[in-house]
């Protein structure tokens, strides 16, 4: 699977954006995807996640102000973000994983997007 993300930006504290990760290849429906996100001199935290059996789960401190998102038709992930605060400032990471029925672990990262939470 490749990933290609988009939808980063601008916006104001109390904004909304929303960001979607297109993924290319077969067997969509099968990976786990994830959004990450960077912010400056920190480490990469996990975001949200979608398993392929539908969990979703999210990191406290969005739970409640984002939600995370499939379309298995489209082959997209989408990840709404409401009651930004500056502290979202991050770059964001889209990510898919699927560990096969050979125990192999496929995994993906697509390229950055910018999230700027600022007055």
């Known amino acids: 699977v490749q990933l290609q993300a988009s939808g980063g930006g601008l916006v104001q504290p109390g904004g909304s954006l929303r960001l979607a990760c297109a993924a290319s290849?077969?067997?969509?429906?099968?990976?786990?995807m994830a959004w990450y996100r960077q912010a400056p001199g920190k480490q990469r935290e996990l975001v949200a996640r979608?398993?392929?059996?539908?969990?979703?789960e999210y990191v406290d401190s969005v739970k409640g102000r984002f939600t995370f998102s499939r379309d298995y038709a489209l082959n997209m992930a989408y990840l709404q973000m409401d009651r930004l605060k500056p502290e979202d400032t991050a770059v964001y990471y889209c990510?898919?994983?699927?560990?096969?029925?050979?125990?192999?672990?496929?995994?993906?990262w697509g390229r950055g997007t910018q999230v700027t939470v600022s007055s």
């Open positions: 290849g077969s067997r969509f429906d099968s990976y786990t």
């Open positions: 979608i398993s392929s059996d539908y969990r979703t």
């Open positions: 990510y898919s994983e699927m560990i096969t029925t050979l125990g192999e672990r496929l995994n993906s």
